[in-house]
């Protein structure tokens, strides 16, 4: 359904790094490769800011550049020292170094004020006494051209003298602006004398009450890019129409070693909403338990639920840079974790929804200390004990009383193997009278069938993991699903369009009875295990010694891979 053919191959060189290549080739800005990340601080980042982060920072790394990361806090009633500390949290944490070169464009206010005022002098910038609804319907429409404001032809003298009182805070918010004196019949709407300052009577983070008048952000990107030496200045393609603006701005204003916006499709994923707006009503509002809920995808949320930087850097690097806009489907994103988390997670046994198992040939007080292989994948990960005894508990859909076709767990008379253990054959069963589920299950062991021993080459179908009931942790697991309901393109388009109507009713499932091994006693938050034939979990924020908390990262089922089997089965 989603233009994902082609990314699962590894990365490929993206249109940005060919531009960059022939700047390079004719020796434009001497060779210099400087490019910036700019957030506006106005809430916390996500996944389609991580694709901006890795394609910034990655280019500057790949042509022995420099990448700034630059707050655009030109908007003072919007934006927080929270977002900014949580913005410096996750690019570091995406493993992105910046060095000294942090800045912020309200430190360029003054030179943006002179830059005003030289654009007064060239008689190309003016003070206009339209009010907001006056300016929007002078500007006309794509079909009607708009029409001159009657402020416009205002002599220089007049315009730097009114331009100073809105400084000095003489008139009140939306009284007046200053606008770029270009084109009222331009096809293009940003050329229509777009404002380039306006009054707001706010205290600014930095700045306090230094100004009452602040750029706008057409105005002020592309001189910051200027003041710290962007070579190639990356945005996305919403702005594509803004680029005459920044490029009449920077040549009005500065004649060499200009930057060059360039833009890029923005990234977006299927069964989750991107833009920040949105996100923060889901938090403001209390659909979620913040910004960093394990089912948002922003980035604090991503590493909550368990996702490493490598995967998401991964991800990032391998959907590719398009010039046209397309969704992403989610499962590729899960692919990559599983991906990571299959080489690097250790495995262990975990019961999510336990069913007591009775060993009645195996002594009573007996516990045997099995070994455990941490990663089939690593060997390098070594191995751990894990304890064995009379009763255990196993999933309770791993024992069928009149089992379906196809069904190699436990059922009356059948064999199966105990992970790491013994072969154990099911006896019987005993119904709890009240509920009349099923609520002990009777087995006997063979003996000679122990895992590593001698008679472990004896085969059976199925193998269920297990912990022992006497050892084993009482934990909490809380399992993830999309956040967004859609299954198709059609539906993907509603979902975004009223998201809250498509909140999945089913995204959050916490299981608070679920036993663990003992081996995960002391489990650090933010570490990540594969509980064996359950997925990828994670140790949560709120966990703790005794009160044991995990995230569901992702199952193990991949549908991502059989969605390109399927597409190679079809010449893809
Ligand atoms: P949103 O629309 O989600 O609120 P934004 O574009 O307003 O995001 P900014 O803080 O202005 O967010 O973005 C910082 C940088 O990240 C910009 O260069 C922007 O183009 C880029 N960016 C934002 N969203 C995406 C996305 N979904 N995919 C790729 N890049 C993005
Ligand atoms: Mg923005």
Same mark, same amino acid.
């Given at each position: 359904m989603h233009s994902q053919e082609n990314n699962n191959s590894k990365e490929s060189v993206n249109f940005i790094q060919s531009i960059i290549d022939r700047d390079r080739e004719n020796n434009k800005y001497g060779g210099r490769v400087h490019l910036r990340f700019p957030p506006e601080p106005n809430g916390y980042l996500h996944i389609g800011h991580a694709k901006s982060i890795c394609l910034n920072f990655g280019l500057a790394e790949k042509n022995n550049g420099l990448c700034n990361l630059r707050f655009d806090d030109t908007n003072p009633s919007k934006e927080d020292i929270e977002y900014i500390d949580s913005i410096i949290r996750d690019v570091r944490w995406l493993g992105f170094n910046w060095e000294d070169r942090l800045y912020y464009a309200s430190d360029y206010f003054d030179k943006m004020y002179e830059d005003a005022v030289s654009l007064i002098k060239q008689g190309k910038a003016y003070v206009c006494d339209l009010n907001p609804e006056e300016i929007r319907e002078y500007r006309g429409t794509f079909t009607k051209p708009g029409k001159e404001s009657p402020y416009r032809n205002r002599s220089i003298e007049e315009n730097l003298s009114l331009f100073k009182q809105m400084k000095d805070g003489i008139f009140e918010d939306g009284s007046r602006v200053l606008r770029a004196k270009i084109d009222m019949s331009s096809a293009n709407l940003n050329m229509r004398d777009p404002v380039l300052y306006r009054i707001v009577k706010k205290s600014h983070h930095r700045t306090g009450d230094k100004w009452c008048i602040y750029p706008m952000y057409d105005y002020a990107h592309p001189l910051e890019d200027y003041y710290e030496r962007i070579t190639h200045s990356v945005c996305t393609l919403e702005f594509e129409d803004h680029r005459p603006l920044y490029d009449w701005l920077l040549s009005n204003l500065y004649s060499s070693e200009l930057p060059q916006q360039i833009e890029f499709a923005r990234l977006d994923l299927t069964n989750t909403i991107m833009s920040k707006r949105k996100l923060r009503i889901l938090v403001e509002e209390g659909y979620v338990s913040g910004w960093d809920d394990p089912r948002l995808p922003t980035i604090s949320g991503l590493r909550r639920r368990g996702y490493t930087p490598q995967a998401i850097r991964n991800f990032c690097n391998r959907i590719g840079v398009a010039k046209t806009n397309s969704v992403v489907d989610i499962r590729f994103l899960e692919h990559c974790i599983r991906e990571d988390l299959n080489k690097n997670a250790q495995r262990v046994m975990a019961v999510l929804n336990p069913l007591k198992l009775i060993i009645d040939n195996y002594p009573d007080n007996l516990t045997e200390e099995l070994e455990g292989e941490n990663n089939p994948e690593d060997p390098s990960a070594g191995s751990r004990k894990v304890p064995f005894s009379k009763t255990l508990y196993i999933e309770k859909e791993d024992f069928h009383e009149d089992p379906p076709k196809k069904y190699f767990r436990l059922a009356p008379g059948r064999e199966v193997r105990l992970k790491n253990a013994y072969i154990v054959k099911s006896q019987g069963f005993v119904r709890d009278e009240k509920t009349g589920e099923i609520s002990e299950v009777h087995c006997t062991y063979?003996?000679? =069938? /122990? =895992? !590593? !021993? $001698? !008679? $472990? /080459?004896? /085969?059976?179908k199925g193998t269920l993991h297990w912990v022992s009931a006497g050892h084993a942790l009482k934990a909490e697991v809380r399992l993830y699903d999309y956040l967004l309901l859609s299954e198709d393109k059609k539906q993907e388009e509603e979902a975004k369009a009223n998201f809250i109507d498509r909140i999945n009713p089913n995204s959050l499932e916490v299981l608070t009875e679920c036993l663990v091994e003992p081996s995960l006693a002391n489990a650090v938050k933010g570490n990540k295990y594969q509980f064996m034939r359950k997925g990828y979990f994670c140790v949560d924020l709120e966990s703790k010694t005794g009160n044991l908390v995990f995230n569901r990262i992702v199952s193990l089922r991949d549908s991502w891979e059989k969605i390109m089997k399927i597409n190679q089965g079809k010449g893809k």
């Open positions: 063979d003996p000679e =069938s /122990k =895992s !590593g !021993g $001698a !008679g $472990a /080459k004896r /085969k059976v």
